[in-house]
């Protein structure tokens, strides 16, 4: 059984451009929130998806947007980066029905490094 | 929301027991008590959770006293493996928002 996955492992990008995060939540998991995570800092909340909307949002800029899919994978997509984006961004999927609950499966993260 | 205080960082050697405290204060009465690990390069994973008194799984032990304005990891016999940031979270229920502190830096040495 497949746990939480993301694409891609490592990313550059340069300021002002623009990216894509991909994740694939735990089978059977219908939830997945985003977290950013710079370095010797613990994870941020960014944003969480259920059922393809947005449920909740942490306090990040417009630039920071999501999606959420059928299959429940989702996206996340920064535009117009800036130095300071560059962390770890994770996926974390929980089961359903337990939207709220406080046990979530991270993936390995996708670390960004703008320059 | 619940504000969580904990150490920075703790060292041990192999095969102690570690505790690590975290401070919650303002805890609200339906908040639980959640501890992640992280490893290096690795997002955080589930430990264990509780509300009251004590709770043991195959992992650790979590000690919550009466007043609940604090708790306690508990890592019996340690490894190096166990080498990880430890982050304990009292979060208010935010439709499943995780609020992550600094953490607790835990090293084990041979």
């Known amino acids: 059984d497949a746990g939480v996955t993301q694409s891609p492992t490592h990313l550059i990008k340069t300021r002002g451009q623009q990216v894509t995060l991909r994740c694939s939540p735990k089978?059977?998991?219908?939830?997945v929130s985003w977290y950013q995570q710079a370095l010797g800092q613990g994870p941020q909340f960014i944003f969480q998806?259920?059922?393809?909307?947005?449920?909740q949002r942490g306090n990040f800029p417009d630039r920071f947007s999501g999606h959420q899919f059928p299959n429940y994978s989702s996206e996340l997509n920064v535009n117009a980066l800036l130095l300071g984006d560059s962390a770890l961004y994770l996926c974390?999927?929980?089961?359903?029905?337990?939207?709220?609950?406080?046990?979530?499966?991270f993936g390995p993260g996708t670390r960004l490094t703008v320059t | 929301l619940a504000k969580t205080t904990q150490p920075i960082s703790m060292d041990s050697y192999e095969g102690q027991e570690v505790n690590i405290t975290c401070s919650h204060n303002n805890i609200a009465t339906n908040d639980y008590i959640t501890w992640y690990q992280q490893f290096p390069s690795q997002g955080p994973r589930f430990i264990i959770q509780?509300?009251?008194t004590k709770v043991t799984n195959e992992v650790a032990s979590l000690f919550i006293p009466a007043d609940r304005k604090s708790s306690t990891l508990s890592l019996p016999r340690v490894s190096l493996s166990d080498t990880a940031v430890y982050y304990c979270l009292a979060p208010r229920n935010q439709g499943g928002k995780l609020i992550f502190g600094q953490g607790t830096e835990l090293s084990v040495k041979p």
């Open positions: 089978s059977g998991h219908d939830t």
């Open positions: 974390a999927s929980s089961e359903p029905g337990t939207a709220s609950s406080y046990e979530q499966y």
């Open positions: 509780g509300y009251k």
């Open positions: 998806y259920y059922e393809e909307e947005e449920r």
